[in-house]
Nanobody, 121 residues
Framework: QVQLVESGGGLVQAGESLRLSCAAS????????MAWYRQAPGKQRELVAG???????NYVDSVKGRFTISRDNAKNTVYLQMNSLKPEDTAVYYC???????????????WGQGTQVTVSS
């Protein structure tokens, strides 16, 4: 079974930084894409940043220039460095991974349990 475990959330003041981590564990054969989503109260879940193997990362416009997504493929881990945080970044952040468990299995998408990020003004 696959597990995605997030860490690094917390309460910070506007302008400060946080670094989120998400480690995928289990009998993983290949990881295609890892991404971060977020969901604020009363809003739909949105893609924050994604990183597909062999391509450049993509970001939602509101975080461009402030957030950076990166991956450690050897550890099946994705990071989200969040700088210059704003109150509107407050949300539960979810890790997402599209991966296969063997060379003959299809790629499936898995989700982490979420980590709370709160930015005070």
């Amino acid at each position: 079974q696959v597990q995605l475990v997030e860490s690094g959330g917390g309460l910070v003041q506007a302008g400060e930084s946080l670094r989120l981590s998400c480690a995928a564990s289990g009998n993983i054969f290949s990881v295609n894409r890892m991404a971060w989503y977020r969901q604020a109260p009363g809003k739909q879940r949105e893609l924050v940043a994604g990183l597909t193997s062999g391509t450049s990362p993509n970001y939602v416009d509101s975080v461009k220039g402030r957030f950076t997504i990166s991956r450690d493929n050897a550890k099946n881990t994705v990071y989200l460095q969040m700088n210059s945080l704003k109150p509107e970044d407050t949300a539960v952040y979810y890790c997402n991974a599209n991966l296969a468990l063997s060379s003959w299995s299809v790629f499936r998408t898995y989700w982490g349990q979420g980590t709370q990020v709160t930015v005070s003004s």
